[in-house]
């Protein structure tokens, strides 16, 4: 194997361990997202569930006031009963009054309903304040968890950064530029290894990254020559472990 190949195959180890540790930073992270997300709806629960109670209570209120003026309605209603002169206007205001009356159990009645699920949302709104403290304890357990975790992952980055550096070195600029195109593409994973498949010649030729088969030529090519050459169908950088450099193909 050139320089060029091997420098690049050093790069994808130290890419690879790099790609792993960020993987597992960013699960870590994932999971602390995830128990803030859980927090968040739940306030949102909690906001609705207490406009919801003072929608009630007004509406009780108002029910409450809708009351009070009309009994005091009966009330001068009962002067006038008392005051009538003639038998036909007795009648008349007994009438309004029982009128009155009947409308007033109804409203009553939808006053208590009201107040009543203003009792029980507020039942409601306890447990859920309840839930969000529970929920606030265990996002810290979490935090602390893994921040110890974060903390060592963080340090492993900077060390693999430093020895990713200095891999980079031993690649020539065209080559490490078209590395990290790839790489991104793939997750730290830009380079795959040639799988020689059959046990005697004719070999196929399969690319390790994405399986699909690959045609004599990269194999011919790299077994003399110290250059990129990527994969037709997923654009990896191939290249062949030592002991295949060595097979002939012919
Ligand atoms: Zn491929």
Redesign the pocket.
């Known amino acids: 194997m050139g320089q060029v190949l091997a420098g690049l195959l050093r790069l994808q180890s130290v890419e690879t361990e790099l790609a792993q540790v960020r993987r597992r930073l960013g699960s870590r992270r994932r999971a602390v997202r995830v128990q803030e997300k859980e927090i968040e709806q739940l306030r949102d629960v909690e906001q609705q569930t207490h406009d919801l109670i003072m929608q009630k209570r007004r509406q009780a209120d108002e029910l409450d006031l809708e009351l009070k003026s009309r009994e005091e309605e009966v009330s001068r209603l009962r002067v006038s009963l008392n005051n009538a002169r003639t038998n036909k206007e007795y009648a008349g205001v007994l009438t309004r009054i029982n009128t009155i009356k009947a409308d007033n159990s109804k409203t009553e009645e939808a006053a208590l309903k009201a107040m009543q699920e203003v009792e029980s949302l507020n039942e409601e709104l306890q447990q859920i304040r309840q839930r969000i403290e529970n929920e606030n304890k265990r996002l810290e357990e979490i935090r602390q968890a893994s921040q110890a975790e974060v903390d060592r992952l963080n340090e492993m980055i900077e060390e693999l950064s430093a020895k990713r550096a200095e891999a980079a070195q031993a690649v020539p600029p065209d080559e490490l530029a078209k590395f990290e195109r790839i790489a991104e593409n793939y997750d730290g994973e830009a380079m ?1 290894q040639i799988e020689v498949h059959g046990k005697k010649p004719p070999h196929t030729y399969v ?6 088969s ?1 045609t004599a030529e990269h194999v011919n090519a790299l077994q003399t020559r110290d250059e990129i050459r ?7 950088i ?1 290249y062949l472990e030592p002991r295949q450099e060595e097979a002939r193909t012919d």
């Open positions: 795959a690319c390790g990254g994405c399986y699909m690959l990527t994969c037709d169908n997923c654009g990896r191939l």
